[in-house]
Each structure stands twice: as C-alpha cells, then as structure tokens.
T-cell receptor, first 112, second 109 residues
Framework: NAGVTQTPKFRILKIGQSMTLQCTQDMNHNYMYWYRQDPGMGLKLIYYSVGAGITDKGEVPNGYNVSRSTTEDFPLRLELAAPSQTSVYFC???????????FGSGTRLTVV | GQQVMQIPQYQHVQEGEDFTTYCNSSTTLSNIQWYKQRPGGHPVFLIQLVKSGEVKKQKRLTFQFGEAKKNSSLHITATQTTDVGTYFCPGAGSYQLTFGKGTKLSVIP
C-alpha cells in the first residue's frame, strides 16, 4: 500500500496562475481532507469529502476548489494564485472511527 | 471541531530529560488523538484515547486521558534526539480534526 500520495512535492507559481494539487489514496477510505500549514502554525482545514461526489468547505476554503469523482482521488484546485496561498498543503484520509488520519507527504507551494 | 488548548507551545529539553505536553478542553471529548510531526515532515498518527482515565504506553511515551475526558497529556521519558518535532492533540468534530499549533519539542544533545 502506498497510502496517501501527493503530487507535486514542490511548486513555484506566479501570481494569477492556476494549478491542481493531486491527492490519491489506495486504502479505500471514504473520508478525505485538505489542510494547509503556514510556518510555525497548526493545520487549517480547507475542504473535506465524506465520499465520492460529496465535498464540503472547511475553515479556509476561499481561493480553492475540490472535486471527488472517485473514492481514490481528491484534487485541490487553486485558481488565480495569490502570495497568501504560499503554504504547505497536506492531503489526508480517514478509514473510520478509531483510527487516525493518514497524511500525505505534502506539497510545498510558493506563490511569487 | 472542538477547541483543544495545548501547552506549552515550545519546550527545549536536554537529551535524557523528561517532557510533558498537556491538552485541555472546556467540553467533554469523545476521544482524543495524538500526532507527531517531524521538522519538514507530515503529521503521523500516534494513538487514540477513548475511555475516561485511560493510560496507554508506547515505549518511552505515556498517554493519559483525564477522568472527566476534558484533558489529556503526553509524557516522554528520557528524551532522545529522535523525539524532536511538534506534537498535536487535535480537537475532534464530526469526522473532522481541528489542529492547533501543537507543542514544538527541541532536544539539546
């Protein structure tokens, strides 16, 4: 099992550009999440999904979009990148009650 | 998710010293999870506590859940440089976790 795989690992974007952060999991988990982590801070929830076709906003959804067409994939779309979106993005999945989140290794995004 | 306050925010210890971080909630928690994030890494799930007064051990790490299920602690005995990182006890909502800043542990060799 690969667990949760995120691509790319690093990316530099120019202001106004768009990109998609990819996240895929091979554990057949229904619940998936996108968090961002700014330096020295905790993780803030951007969007989450409780299953294919269902997504919902978290604490900081502005400037982002998600889709969940399959159980495995949960891509995060950035439209019109801004410097405030410079952060480390983590995707995570949850198999059910009683087990913890499995996180991907993260995408380090810089917007210049 | 439920708000859980964690203290201290930073802790510097000499290698071999013990370390404790505390989490407190104003409301009763159904459970509490602990995560560790190494510098430059991603959070890794350590453990979940569910029962009132529960104590669980993982080698040098001891996790406790308070009797009232409003607080929890992580104690590391005889810290090692491999313990360096940030420890989180996120508040749990409906299948969501709210992560605070955690406790950042530095270990001086």
């Amino acid at each position: 099992n690969a667990g949760v795989t995120q691509t790319p690992k690093f990316r530099i974007l120019k202001i106004g550009q768009s990109m998609t952060l990819q996240c895929t999991q091979d554990m057949n988990h229904n619940y998936m999440y996108w968090y961002r982590q700014d330096p020295g801070m905790g993780l803030k929830l951007i969007y989450y999904s409780v299953g294919a076709g269902i997504t919902d906003k978290g604490e900081v959804p502005n400037g982002y979009n998600v889709s969940r067409s399959t159980t495995e994939d949960f891509p995060l779309r950035l439209e019109l990148a801004a410097p405030s979106q410079t952060s480390v993005y983590f995707c995570a999945s949850l198999g059910g009650i009683g087990v913890g989140y499995t996180f991907g290794s993260g995408t380090r995004l810089t917007v210049v | 998710g439920q708000q859980v306050m964690q203290i201290p925010q930073y802790q510097h210890v000499q290698e071999g010293e013990d370390f404790t971080t505390y989490c407190n909630s104003s409301t009763t928690l159904s459970n509490i999870q602990w995560y560790k994030q190494r510098p430059g890494g991603h959070p890794v799930f350590l453990i979940q506590l569910v029962k009132s007064g529960e104590v669980k051990k993982q080698k040098r790490l001891t996790f406790q859940f308070g009797e009232a299920k409003k607080n929890s602690s992580l104690h590391i005995t005889a810290t090692q440089t491999t313990d360096v990182g940030t420890y989180f006890c996120p508040g749990a909502g409906s299948y969501q976790l709210t992560f605070g800043k955690g406790t950042k542990l530095s270990v001086i060799p």
